[in-house]
């Protein structure tokens, strides 16, 4: 598990998304999201990332289907999954 991205972590959004294709992860974005962290409106922008449930306070994130991930030569240390081990 892992906080979505914070505020000052927006521009490593792309390496999240690689992050979680990579590991097979879902991500769980509340309606009402802790003011440092990255808004759900803003999620829902966020290109490789589709909704695969809706809930009463929430949304699921997955990564789409058809995304390309951010070539390994531009990811940050945030992506850095294909090398590390899942989570148990």
Request: overall charge positive.
């Amino acid at each position: 598990a892992r906080d979505v991205p914070r505020l000052g972590e927006a521009g490593q959004i792309s390496d999240f998304v690689d992050s979680v294709r990579v590991r097979g992860g879902r991500i769980l974005e509340f309606e009402w999201a802790g003011p440092e962290y990255v808004p759900l409106d803003s999620m829902l922008k966020v290109p490789g990332l589709r909704v695969v449930a809706r809930r009463r306070d929430g949304v699921v994130f997955a990564p789409a289907e058809d995304y390309t991930s951010t070539p390994a030569e531009k990811r940050s240390r945030i992506s850095s999954a294909e090398s590390a081990p899942p989570n148990k």
